[in-house]
Nanobody
Framework: QVQVVESGGGLVQAGGSLKLSCTTS????????MAWFRQAPGKEREGVSF????????YHADSVRGRFTISRDNSKNTLYLQMNSLKREDTAIYYC??????????????????????WGQGTQVTVSS
């Protein structure tokens, strides 16, 4: 049984930092592209950051580039999202997702939620002013 579990969310002031983690079990972690998506109240789900199975390639959405960094530790079956210089508009539920045998040549193409097989329950990030 595959499990995907996010942690590390919380309440932080604008300008602060948080580091999200996503631990997985029941899948061959280093065969999966991993990603962070987020969804704010009343808004559509948004792809935030993507990392290839080996960790060699990554994309970040324009809205977070330069502030967020996605990384992974394949020896620990764990995905991370370091979030710095947080803004109120970063407030959302953040979801970890896994996609088997999938990568794409552009952010626009890899940002396809239908290609992601497994999803976590999400962790809330709230940024206050």
């Amino acid at each position: 049984q595959v499990q995907v579990v996010e942690s590390g969310g919380g309440l932080v002031q604008a300008g602060g930092s948080l580091k999200l983690s996503c631990t997985t079990s029941g899948l061959i972690f280093d065969a999966y592209t991993m990603a962070w998506f987020r969804q704010a109240p009343g808004k559509e789900r948004e792809g935030v950051s993507f990392i290839s199975a080996s960790g060699a390639r990554r994309y970040h959405a324009d809205s977070v580039r330069g502030r967020f960094t996605i990384s992974r530790d394949n020896s620990k079956n764990t995905l991370y999202l370091q979030m710095n210089s947080l803004k109120r508009e970063d407030t959302a539920i953040y979801y970890c997702a896994a996609a088997r045998d999938f990568w794409a040549s552009s952010l626009a193409r890899v940002n396809d939620p239908s290609r992601f097989n497994y999803w976590g329950q999400g962790t809330q990030v709230t940024v206050s002013s």
